[in-house]
């Protein structure tokens, strides 16, 4: 007999949760080294090439209900192209479809796929993420010309990383799930000799339907732990990509779809919902107010994710804000590793990763550091020349930027050089294998504190500024001011006096934002690796996608009258073995009252 998909996974499950309960970071996807791992990576890199190739210029089919048409939105940030689609259109044409139909058949999904269980949830997730796994190769390219991103950083970012950080979301929901006894029985004796006993079920109801709308830069990283937690507490999921990054959402949608299908389910579970370009923000918000969308998952703007949580009020919000990531500079015990740190961060994909410094506050007066004091203007002039030294190799500067992939951030960069003083300039730079390009280097400008109407908003693209304050005190207050308003990602404060660290610490606390103390490597390019802050959500990640159900009914029964002085003894409620696949009765008997538990 075949083994269950949660038997089949079971072992991983297990360890993931281990390690969650643990506080330790268990990475089952990322990427192996080592020649015989290199020489595979190869053979899977041309393999990839192939399969993302015979997608260009050909329908992407998926079979969903309510189809209207085709469209195709996307462009290579590379130049790569088809015949009779200009230089850059990849011309891959996705199914656009009836939002309605798409909600509708999601709602008719729903109880069949709550029916399944949590364990045949929990083994099918874990089931379709090793199968992307094998995909990785083909994911990476399917980013990288889609966001720009150069291609060791699409591989991770797509690939064994951002399945990580589902399968830590898997686990998660998992465990919060697992936590629920599915069975009741309490029994206490009364004094007149009869025994009092209550029994019942509990059961875990999903939210409704769930609604993933999609980033452009990092659509896997940022997509995949809303998307697996919503399946595993037993959600269907529609996922609207940007219009510029479809296909890496796509190909998952379909690999979904396939091991749903598979272990006979409906598909419709899971979905890809496409709006051309002018049309991204109306579809977007049409399914985030739909009654029957329940769960909101974006990562993106301040500004949509203020609107999500003003107008899509039926629903759950996870809504991860780009905002201002911020950087608090009072001394360094190693400038020069500070000025690597901050280059790097700058340039790692053009500026597009999601904790991407974009305002550094540094005294007027100076820093502390392991070289001297050191002005505000030597700080500006150092970075700037940290950031050439670092693309100074054109290999390098490749492998490091990647493209600008969209016309807000070319806007933004012309923009912003308007504004204070430029200390470094955005310069075009040449790709050495694709001369259609377009790559620049980061723009940095000097502003004063009194400038906050220019950096105490978001900028698209590889856009930062270097902000005078009158002290430390006065860039913590600029901190948790701007950040307290506006969100962020992540934040970065170096000192030397624990106490600037201290106030640091309490500053991030209060507006929500992840800190890092005296990190002189990257800013950090790569954070959490398999995550443990899933989507910066925070721990009401899981437990707002499902609700308990208890179903339970009174019983009385003749019992011997307890012993004098002896109190009566409650009957022991047995847990919900974690890692046991149980048969489970949810189906309340004849007399029994049903509550509802918010968790």
Known sequence: MRPSPYERHRELLQEVVRALAAGECRRPFTEATG????????????????????????????????????????????????????????GIGYPRCDPAALVAAAGRATAGWRAAGLYQRAGLAVEILRRLNTRSHELALAVQHTTGQPPEAAFRAAGPRAQDRALEAV?????????????????????????????????????????LIGCPDYP????????????????????????????????????????????????????????EPGERLRLHQRLATDPAVRIVDFTGSARFADWLEQHARQATV????????????????????????????????????????????????GIATDEGRKSLRDFGADLGEAVDRLLGHPARVARLLGAIASEEARAGLAQAAR??????????????????????????????????????????????????????????ALFRGTVGRRGALYAAVHST???????????????????????????????????ADLPATGAHFVTGRFRVVRSRRHAVTAAPAPAAGQAPVPVAIPALAPMAEPARVTVPDAGSSIELLDV
């Open 171 to 211: 686990a998660h929901a998992f465990a919060e799930s697992a936590r629920v006894p599915a069975d009741l029985r309490w029994e206490s004796a009364s004094p007149r000799g009869l025994s009092s006993a209550m029994r019942g079920t509990c059961t875990l109801v999903p939210r409704g339907v769930s609604l």
């Open 497 to 531: 006096d624990p106490l600037v660290l201290a106030v640091a610490e309490t500053a991030a606390l209060d507006a929500g934002v992840h800190l890092v103390q005296n990190l002189a490597g990257d800013f950090p390019a790569d954070p959490s690796s398999a995550g």
């Open 35 to 90: 020649q015989d791992a290199a020489d595979a990576g190869m053979r899977s890199t041309r393999t990839a090439g192939k399969v993302f190739g015979s997608l260009l210029g050909r329908p992407f089919d998926l079979d969903q209900p309510g189809e209207l048409g085709r469209v195709a939105t996307e462009s290579s940030p590379y130049g790569i192209g088809t015949q009779g689609m200009g230089t850059q259109g990849m």
């Open 220 to 275: 896997l990283w940022n997509g995949c732990p809303g998307l697996f937690a919503s399946l595993v507490t037993g959600n269907p999921v529609i996922v609207a990509p940007h219009p510029r990054s479809v296909l890496p959402l796509a190909i998952t949608v379909r690999v979904a779809r396939q091991v749903l299908a598979e272990a006979g389910h409906t598909p419709d579970i899971v979905s890809l919902a496409v709006a």
């Open 318 to 365: 996870f809504a991860e804000r780009t905002g201002l990531n911020t950087v608090v500079v009072d001394s360094t015990e190693d400038y020069r590793g500070l000025m690597r740190g901050l280059a790097h961060s700058l340039c790692l994909c053009s500026g597009t990763v999601r904790t991407t410094p974009q305002n550094i506050l540094v005294p007027t007066t």
């Open 419 to 476: 504004y204070g003083a430029v200390l470094h300039p955005s310069r075009p730079l040449s790709h050495p294998d694709r001369p259609g390009a377009d790559l620049r280097s980061p723009l940095l400008v000097r502003l004063g504190a009194r400038d906050g109407r220019i950096y105490a908003r978001e900028w698209p693209g590889p856009v930062s500024f270097l902000v005078g304050t009158d002290s430390t005190s006065h860039s913590l």
